[in-house]
């Protein structure tokens, strides 16, 4: 593509001259990645300048630079007031703006995200569509799993991978969408079709100076869903009605509103909802018909992970039978309330929860199912929100019989300080809890103690196969490491 091309879709604030005919072969953001025709887009981060990296992408062979603060380059150099706005306009127009020419479901809220993203997978391939996905487990295109760094990536990668997906025929994009990326432009000019909103309450406390303003960066999910009215590009908003969150959202929004929830009057509803320990039963009222739901998953917070994927399926007219035949046939999504060896005498759950809410919903389920004592191995990562830490100890404390305090990712903190901010605002009642930084130390002690019938949680890691000390990231697998000493324990 010409480098006016690029140009003219948007706004720049330097006067400059360049050849008609410069050709750009890619976009690049980091300059290790650039080759020679790339356009280099200087991104001022967090931890480093981009600009400062601008003779290393002109000697990789960039021909063009964008940027947002005064620099002098030997190449074709456009001045744009933010350069993560230009990155996603123009991003947007190398790829051929593909997030308007496949079905887009993007989905926010603190908890269940991931949840739902599995859900939606199942309900449209059984529906014979192929899914692409982007969230914190990995991006899949179709079977194929690929590694990302982030929940949702920035701009360029987002564009560039849908644009692939499209290639591969993919029918259905189903992404996550965090606050961040809402807040830092990541998802500008993504036209989305179906946003979904599943909760909200503490979390990235770090990031977002107050619950306001990650509720605002929510809000933008919403308030970017199309503003025009189109016969055939009709959009939706799914919405938790049980959040009090919902009426701002509902109001940010200018399009359909489909609303779901199990207290109030909602389009999908769940009744009569009876909690086990193998799965969970409930009436499922939609505005196509009502129907019993048997489910593998465990808690009712699943419950509204399922109104909230079978929201989306109507949404997306697939008939109410085949979201029926697909939610009743999901096991569970990796990492969340995954039972180590289902129907061991005792139980080990390992699970996803790192906020206060989602930790205090798995404990709740849990309590309502256990038959004996509960232990519950805690942590909370380095470098994020340290209002939530006193939080998740209270809930662990209040919930366990035996409550376990260690290591989650502490990055670049101390871990004796994390686990100090943790049980500083515990209760002084008669009730022990134990301090184990080292995790794999702390997994033990609890699957060492458990007798018949408990139910040991292990909550913050999920998924994660690491832990990142330091800027390290480590093997670690609290699923491996609990299978390791259940079986040292056999033995
Ligand atoms: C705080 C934050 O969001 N940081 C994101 C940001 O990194 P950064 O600002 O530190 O980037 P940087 O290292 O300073 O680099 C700045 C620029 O210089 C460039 N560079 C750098 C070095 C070099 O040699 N040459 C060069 O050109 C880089 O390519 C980049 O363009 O831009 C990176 C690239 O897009 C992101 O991967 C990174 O996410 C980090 C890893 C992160 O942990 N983010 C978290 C907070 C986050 O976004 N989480 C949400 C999910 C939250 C949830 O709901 O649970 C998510 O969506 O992932
Ligand atoms: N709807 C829900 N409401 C509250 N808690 C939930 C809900 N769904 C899942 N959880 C809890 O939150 C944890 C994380 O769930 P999930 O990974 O689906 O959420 P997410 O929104 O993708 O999280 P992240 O922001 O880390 O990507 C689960 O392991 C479970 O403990
Ligand atoms: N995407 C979230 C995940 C947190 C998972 C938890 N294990 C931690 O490391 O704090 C974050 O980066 O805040
Ligand atoms: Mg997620």
Redesign the pocket.
């Known amino acids: 593509m010409h480098l006016k091309d690029i140009v003219s879709f948007i706004s720049v604030s330097n006067n400059v001259s360049y050849d008609d005919n410069i050709e750009v072969t890619s976009i690049e953001t980091d300059s290790r990645k650039v080759k020679k025709g790339s356009l280099f887009v200087a991104i001022s981060g967090f931890t480093v300048d981009g600009h400062d990296f601008i003779d290393d992408a002109i000697n990789n062979g960039a021909v063009a630079v964008m940027v947002e603060k005064e620099v002098q380059a030997e190449v074709a150099t456009i001045k744009v007031s933010d350069t993560k706005r230009a990155l996603a306009m123009t991003s947007a127009m190398f790829y051929g703006n593909p997030t308007s020419k496949v079905p887009m479901i993007g989905i926010t ?9 599995y859900l939606l997978e199942r309900i449209f391939n059984r529906y014979h569509k192929k899914t692409g996905i982007f ?2 487990i990995q991006m899949k295109i179709g079977e194929e799993s690929f590694p990302i760094q982030n ?1 949702t990536p920035d701009a360029l990668f987002l564009q560039r991978k849908i644009a692939e997906m499209i290639q591969q025929d993919v029918d259905q994009v189903i992404m ?1 969408v ?1 606050s961040h990326a809402l807040d830092m432009g990541r998802v500008f000019g993504c036209d989305y079709d179906i946003a979904v909103f ?2 909200l ?1 503490q ?1 990235h406390l770090d990031y977002h100076d107050s619950m306001e303003d990650y509720l605002r960066a929510k809000s933008l999910l919403f308030a970017q869903l199309g503003n025009g009215y189109q016969e055939n590009n009709k959009k939706a908003a799914v919405i938790n009605v049980d959040d009090p969150s919902s009426t701002l959202l509902m109001k940010s929004t200018a399009q359909h509103v489909i609303t779901y929830g199990c207290h109030t009057t909602a389009d999908v509803m769940a009744e009569n909802i009876q909690l086990a320990a193998n799965g969970t039963k409930f009436t499922l009222k939609t505005i196509l018909g009502t129907t019993e739901i048997h489910s593998k998953l465990i808690g009712k ?2 419950v ?2 399922m109104l909230a994927s079978v929201a989306v399926a109507i949404a997306s007219d697939i008939p109410l039978v085949d979201i029926k035949e697909s939610l009743e046939s999901i096991e569970g ?1 990796k ?3 995954e039972s180590v060896i289902p129907d061991h005498k005792y139980s080990v759950i390992v ?5 206060p ?3 205090e ?2 404990l709740q389920t849990i309590q309502e199912i256990a038959e004996r004592n509960i232990y519950v191995v805690v942590g909370c990562g380095g470098d994020r929100d340290k209002t939530k830490r006193p939080l998740m100890a209270q809930i662990a404390h209040k919930y366990a019989d035996y409550p376990i305090f260690t290591s989650d990712n502490p990055r670049t903190e101390d871990p004796e300080a994390i686990l100090k901010d943790m049980t500083d605002g515990l209760p002084s009642d008669s009730k022990q809890y134990e301090v184990i930084a080292d995790r794999r130390q702390a997994i033990r002690y609890a699957i060492q103690r458990a007798e018949e019938k408990d139910v040991i949680l292990i ?1 913050g890691k ?1 998924h994660e196969t690491y832990q990142q000390i330091g800027h390290k990231k480590y093997d670690f697998d609290d699923r491996e490491v609990a299978l390791e000493v259940m079986r040292e324990r056999e033995n």
């Open positions: 809220g603190t908890n269940g995200k991931t949840t739902i993203t969230g914190t929940t996550e965090s599943t909760n309450s979390d917070f699943n509204y992970n999504v990492g969340r309330f699970d996803y929860a790192h906020t809410d989602s930790l919903n798995v909550a999920g």
